[in-house]
């Protein structure tokens, strides 16, 4: 499933500045959100989103700096994603 994830999310983790908070970034990951939730459902393994954006992030590391700050940005995301996926849940 992992690799799936890495696959949608390309076009928004894939773009060097997803962390920016941009909002091109930010529609971006709204619409890797839904194509996520079209394909896959809401039953995502979190997990697999954070090792799936960690792998992204590994690929874009000179725009991400120091890997120290990566987790803190990683787990940011993984928080939204899995907020949203608990919304469409309950929905």
Do not use: C
């Not at 996520?36 to 725009?63: K, P, Q, T």
Request: hydrophobic share 35%.
């Amino acid at each position: 499933m992992e690799d799936k994830i890495f696959e949608i999310i390309k076009g928004w983790a894939g773009i060097p500045t997803w962390h920016t908070g941009h909002p091109l970034d930010q529609e971006r990951f709204s619409k890797v959100m839904r194509n996520l939730i079209f394909e896959l459902g809401v039953y995502i393994d979190i997990e697999d989103f954070e090792n799936a954006l960690r792998r992204h992030a590994e690929n874009n590391s000179s725009m991400l700096g120091d890997p120290r700050h990566w987790d803190e940005l990683i787990t940011k995301y993984t928080i939204k994603a899995e907020t949203i996926l608990t919304y469409e849940k309950f929905k």
